[in-house]
């Protein structure tokens, strides 16, 4: 990361300090002589995070039952992405995320991280591997009795940093966070925007290639969530950092990640570009997330009215999504030109994600003409849902 750094990077507005400073030579601390933490041959190039047929079980205990937390995940997580890992309470998204900086090991497969098999570490070489990885928790478990300062130098310190050196590095991690003036002050002296903002410095400190973040923002206002994703965005970008974060929102997935995985049940049941979970949900649960969500769901009215069956003369309520290419088309006004098939919009939304456009709508069309229609938007690149049907 130090050969990343020292070049004239641009700075967005959200990096306090300036990227060129952040490095102080801490790497020299992290032994990267060290065999057990050089990138082994094997390794996919790209590839930093790697579950390969990954097991966990946590075994009974009294008269707690065993749980088997993760089955058969295999997973690849690019170097330099932000991968989303959404999922329900108990899909085993902690359990994944922990395996990965081995505070816990799989009970089968491996978790290798840049080539190395974690589950594999114990002593020094797992606590290299570890300095690699920073972490950041929903409740920011920052001591209490440390300043702001004392909590980033922390790690250093148990790395072995010299007094120069962590004065320098927290200095500058303060600066890129935003919190140069609260160096001196307590967790209970910051806000919990600011107090997740010293975590991610901390995890910085000792310039880790990814990070992980177990619902880092849950619990933070929607404003503070979105300086919080920014943050994590620009470092992201500017350092290379890899992000794995767990996350029950799929508003964070949206501001942040590449690629989204929807755990359940311990297991991985849909994985793609976050493009593609929006706009093309395929799992149950998928759609579950996207419950809340006003622009996709029926109006309650009419909700009340759908019939599963079309009746004579009725009208069938669809929901039509467009994708990149046919999203700015105008296959609507076609269709009650060409085909002279009349269309009664209901709710519409038109967005970008990914810097690509999208857009669904929600309409009505006589049910005598619903399958002619249907045909003609899937000869123009448009999918279509039926919803059901109103008299
Ligand atoms: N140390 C443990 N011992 C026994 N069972 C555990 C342990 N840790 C997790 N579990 C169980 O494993 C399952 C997955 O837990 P996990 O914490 O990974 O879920 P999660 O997706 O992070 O949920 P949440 O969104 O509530 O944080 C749950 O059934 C949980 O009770
Ligand atoms: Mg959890």
Same mark, same amino acid.
């Given at each position: 990361?130090?050969?990343?750094?020292?070049?004239?990077?641009?700075?967005?507005?959200?990096?306090?300090g300036?990227?060129?400073?952040f490095s102080?030579?801490?790497?020299a601390?992290?032994d990267?002589t060290?065999p057990a933490v050089?990138?082994?041959q094997?390794a996919?190039?790209g590839?930093?995070?790697?579950?390969?047929?990954?097991?966990?079980?946590f075994?009974a205990?009294?008269?707690?039952?065993e749980?088997?937390a993760?089955h058969?995940?295999s997973?690849?997580?690019?170097?330099?992405s932000?991968?989303g890992?959404?999922?329900?309470?108990?899909?085993?998204?902690?359990t994944?995320?922990?395996?990965v900086?081995?505070?816990?090991?799989?009970?089968?497969?491996?978790?290798?991280?840049?080539g190395?098999?974690?589950?594999?570490?114990?002593?020094?070489a797992?606590?290299?591997?570890?300095r690699?990885?920073g972490?950041?928790?929903?409740h920011f478990?920052l001591?209490?009795?440390?300043?702001?300062?004392?909590?980033?130098?922390?790690p250093?310190?148990?790395?072995?940093?010299?007094?120069?050196?962590?004065?320098k590095r927290?200095?500058?991690?303060l600066?890129?966070?935003?919190?140069a003036?609260?160096?001196?002050?307590?967790?209970?002296?910051?806000?919990?925007?600011?107090?997740?903002?010293?975590?991610?410095? !901390?995890a +910085?400190?000792?310039?880790? $290639? %990814?990070l @992980?973040?177990?619902? =880092?923002?849950?619990a933070l206002?929607p404003?503070?969530?979105?300086?919080?994703l920014?943050l994590?965005?620009?470092?992201n970008?500017e350092l290379?950092?890899?992000?794995?974060?767990?996350t029950?929102?799929?508003?964070v997935?949206?501001?942040?990640?590449?690629e989204?995985v929807v755990?359940e049940g311990?297991?991985?049941v849909?994985?793609?570009d976050?493009y593609d979970?929006?706009?093309q949900?395929?799992?149950a649960v998928?759609?579950s997330?996207f419950a809340?969500?006003a622009? !996709?769901? +029926?109006?309650?009215?009419? $909700? %009340?009215? @759908?019939?599963?069956? =079309?009746?004579?003369g009725?009208?069938?309520v669809?929901?039509?999504v467009?994708?990149?290419?046919?999203?700015?088309?105008?296959?609507?006004?076609k269709l009650?030109r060409?085909?002279s098939i009349?269309?009664?919009?209901i709710?519409?939304?038109?967005?970008t994600?990914?810097g690509?456009?999208?857009?669904w709508i929600?309409?009505?069309?006589?049910?005598?003409?619903?399958?002619q229609?249907?045909?003609f938007?899937?000869?123009?690149?448009?999918?279509t849902?039926?919803l059901?049907?109103?008299a």
């Open positions: 990361m130090t050969a990343d750094l020292s070049g004239n990077l641009l700075r967005p507005a959200a990096l306090h300036r990227v060129s400073d102080t030579g801490i790497s601390v992290n990267t060290a050089q990138s082994q094997g996919l190039a590839e930093l995070i790697k579950f390969d047929n990954v097991r966990k079980v075994p205990r009294g008269t707690a039952t749980v088997s993760l058969d995940v997973l690849s997580v690019r170097a330099g932000v991968m890992v959404i999922g329900r309470s108990g899909a085993g998204k902690s994944l995320i922990r395996l900086n081995g505070l816990d090991k799989p009970t089968g497969g491996r978790v290798l991280f840049d190395v098999d974690v589950g594999g570490l114990t002593g020094r797992l606590r290299q591997t570890q690699q990885i972490m950041i928790f929903q478990n001591l209490s009795s440390r300043t702001a300062f004392d909590n980033v130098a922390l250093l310190e148990i790395a072995g940093a010299d007094t120069a050196t962590i004065a927290v200095n500058a991690l600066d890129l966070v935003g919190l003036d609260k160096r001196d002050r307590y967790p209970s002296e910051l806000s919990g925007g600011q107090k997740q903002r010293v975590g991610i410095a !901390r +910085l400190a000792t310039e880790p $290639k %990814a @992980l973040s177990d619902e =880092a923002t849950s206002d404003e503070t969530t979105r300086s919080i920014d994590l965005k620009t470092v970008r290379r950092l890899t992000i794995l974060l767990i029950h929102e799929m508003s997935v949206r501001a942040i990640a590449d989204v755990l311990g297991s991985v849909e994985h793609s976050v979970i929006f706009t949900p395929r799992h998928t759609h997330f809340n969500d622009g !996709r769901q +029926l109006p309650e009215d009419l $909700k %009340a009215r @759908l019939q599963p069956y =079309a009746a004579p009725g009208q069938t669809v929901r039509i467009f994708r990149t290419a046919s999203a700015d088309e105008a296959v609507l006004s009650t060409v085909l009349d269309i009664n919009i709710s519409a939304t038109v967005d994600l990914a690509k456009p999208f857009g929600i309409a009505s069309i006589a049910s005598s003409s619903t399958s229609a249907i045909a938007f899937e000869r123009n690149g448009v999918s849902e039926v059901g049907h109103v």
